[in-house]
Each structure stands twice: as structure tokens, then as C-alpha cells.
């Protein structure tokens, strides 16, 4: 069984200061993992991934995250956020082995303050 | 080059109707996903084909729901006897290779399902 748990449904931060969304998760095998951004009316596009490689991603947009293991979880961050960043934001879990098991999370809300 | 591309945008039925939902892939693209998102959810996982072959339906929800992609190209969900709770936004993505966890996921922009 897998899962993803977003902890913040909204997260509300002022243009220039950091971005940090929470992602934990939950599998029973080595799951790779990603972060998908959606703005609005427009298609899910893919912000960074974990496959196994370095524990620390570095995404588009100046984005990254940092897969630890041991605290199951791969939150994203951005040291500084801009008004383009507003959008909804969601973590996934994927491990693939014979069969492919893909779960996303509930999201999160991004709104920046100008 | 063309992204994903779905079809209709936008479905509005009537209750016990069937409706099939068209994803047009990027060309060349491996690997075939649907998925169902319903208001304030994230995307749920139904189905994904490699090439022609349905490889996992288990996120199917019933057996009304069904999905085919004959030539490996373009895929249809359908769903028989539509009911309310079906409404949602349904979403195709595509990826070029056949490994979900180490591929990216273009994804197209999606169909608003609305029974009445």
C-alpha cells in the first residue's frame, strides 16, 4: 500500500520570501517521487523528480527538494517566491516493478502576496 | 511539437447515458495514463495502456468504466449508464518510455464531465 499526504491545503506567502510545501508519504517498496505544479486552466506540467539518483532534486523555475528517507518526506521548496509561482501544487508517488502504482496527493494551494 | 490533447473539453450528459472521452497522445509516446480528479481532489489513477496493451485497470471504479487504445495511438475512456458521481475532471497523460517511476507524465488538458 502507498500513500501521499500534503500536509497544507493552502499556504500563503509574500512575494520574495520562501516557499516551503510539506509532502510526506508512505510505501512498502522504493517509491520514486515527483512534484507536479497545475496553473490555472492549464495541464498538470512536471516540476522535479526523485528516482533514486541524489537525495537533493533541483526543479524548473528555482524549485527543489530534498528526499530524507528516514522522515519520509520530499517537501519542496523555493528560497524565493514570485507571483508566477501561484498554483496548485502536488506530490506523487510512483513505484513501477512488474506493475505501476501511482498516487498523487491532495495538493496545495500556493497564493503569493504581492 | 503538439502536446497532449483531449477531447471534448467539456461533456455535459444526462444521467444513465454513455459518453466516450478521446486523449490524442504526443506522438511516439510509450505509455498511456487516465486519470479522474474530482473537485478539490488530486488526480486518481484509473487505467494505463503501453503501447495497445491495458497494463493495469484496477483503478477502474466499476465496470462501467472502460478504456481501449486499439493502435496504440489514440485512447477512448468510456463510461456506460453514466451516473452523478461520475462527474469530475478527466485527465490523460502521456510519457515516452514504459517505466511510470522514472518517466515524466505530459499530461493534456482534460475533460470536464458533467451528469446531470
Known amino acids: 500500500a502507498q500513500s501521499v499526504t500534503q500536509l497544507d491545503s493552502h499556504v500563503s506567502v509574500s512575494e520574495g520570501t520562501p516557499v516551503l510545501l510539506r509532502c510526506n508519504y508512505s510505501s512498502s517498496y522504493s517509491p520514486s517521487l515527483f512534484w507536479y505544479v497545475q496553473h490555472p486552466n492549464k495541464g498538470l506540467q512536471l516540476l522535479l523528480k526523485y528516482t533514486s539518483a541524489a537525495t537533493l532534486v533541483k526543479g524548473i523555475n528555482g524549485f527543489e527538494a530534498e528526499f530524507k528517507k528516514s522522515e519520509t518526506s520530499f517537501h519542496l521548496t523555493k528560497p524565493s517566491a514570485h507571483m508566477s509561482d501561484a498554483a496548485e501544487y502536488f506530490c506523487v508517488v510512483i513505484v513501477s516493478g512488474g506493475y505501476q502504482k501511482v498516487t498523487f496527493g491532495t495538493g496545495t494551494k500556493l497564493q503569493v502576496i504581492p | 511539437g503538439a502536446g497532449v490533447s483531449q477531447s471534448p473539453r467539456y461533456k455535459v450528459t444526462k444521467r444513465g447515458q454513455d459518453v466516450a472521452l478521446r486523449c490524442d497522445p504526443i506522438?511516439?509516446?510509450?505509455?498511456l495514463y487516465w486519470y479522474r480528479q474530482a473537485l478539490g481532489q488530486g488526480p486518481e489513477f484509473l487505467t494505463y495502456?503501453?503501447?495497445?496493451?491495458?497494463?493495469?485497470k484496477s483503478g477502474l471504479p466499476n465496470d462501467r468504466f472502460s478504456a481501449e487504445r486499439p493502435e496504440g495511438s489514440i485512447s477512448t475512456l468510456t463510461i456506460q449508464r453514466t451516473e452523478q458521481r461520475d462527474s469530475a475532471m478527466y485527465r490523460c497523460?502521456?510519457?515516452?518510455?514504459?517505466?511510470?517511476?522514472?518517466?515524466?507524465?505530459?499530461f493534456g488538458p482534460g475533460t470536464r464531465l458533467t451528469v446531470l
Open positions: 506522438s511516439g509516446h510509450v505509455s
Open positions: 497523460a502521456s510519457s515516452l518510455g514504459g517505466t511510470a517511476s522514472t518517466d515524466t507524465q505530459y
Open positions: 495502456f503501453n503501447y495497445e496493451a491495458q497494463q493495469d
